[in-house]
């Protein structure tokens, strides 16, 4: 799986590339050239597995075994849910009318957002322990990406992470209180003036500048990492695999 702009100035770049870049050259998001195609029958066939084992079905479908191979690639899954509360990951409880509800908040800081950065996180670690180079993550948050990006690299030897958020009481305190008292000597929390769309700008300056993101080894973690976006695919498939299965249909014969 090769990774390109959305505006297409940017191509073949591996999965690799893909974590460690913000905003591409050309200024754009990053993207696969190509989305994988699953059919019905595999894709029914990943009705009974845990949320742990369908990620470690989907997110290779995007990660090149020549990048990270396959045990590699398992145990990397395996850690980054290691901290949620529930063996499941998820769970989805049911309600009287056909209402369904996905619990998402068993993680580190009780956020959707540990999903996908606790993989993301170990991702990071991997390539940079390899690398032996040292990277800056820079983000702005209204709350919950900060803490649970803070606990996704905490700690770690090859990252620092620098994140704003807004004061006067923009955000809550227990988020607040989630960034300020981790006391890590990689970990760098800013209260700063402003609602969180002014930080936007600058962080979006910077990663615009690739010369002086590359000269100062920064990257995101915020919502255009496409890793992120990655791992958060999981939780919609397992929401609608899961639902299909109690239910007892799938009906997959449109895909």
Known sequence: MKYKSTRGDVTGRTFEEALFTGYAADGRLILPETIPKIDAKELTSWAKLSYVELAKKIVPLYVDEDEIPSTDLSDIIDKAFSRFLVPGVSTIKRFPDGLNVMELFHGPTWSFKDLALSCVGQFLSYFLSKRKEHFIILGATSGDTGSSAIEAVRGQKWVDIVMLFPGGRKITKIQ?????????????????????????????????????????????????????????????????????WMHHHIDLSDL
């Not at 700008?201 to 919502?223: G, M």
Request: charged share 20%; with cysteine.
């Open 176 to 244: 607040e209180l989630q960034m300020t008292t981790v006391i890590e000597d990689n970990v760098h929390v800013f209260r700063v003036d402003g609602s969180v769309d002014d930080l936007d700008a600058p962080i979006k300056q910077c990663f615009r500048d690739h010369a002086f993101t590359k000269r100062h080894n920064l990257s995101s973690i915020n919502s255009i990492n496409w890793a992120r976006i990655m791992v958060q695919t999981v939780h919609h498939i397992y929401a609608y695999l899961q639902i299909s």
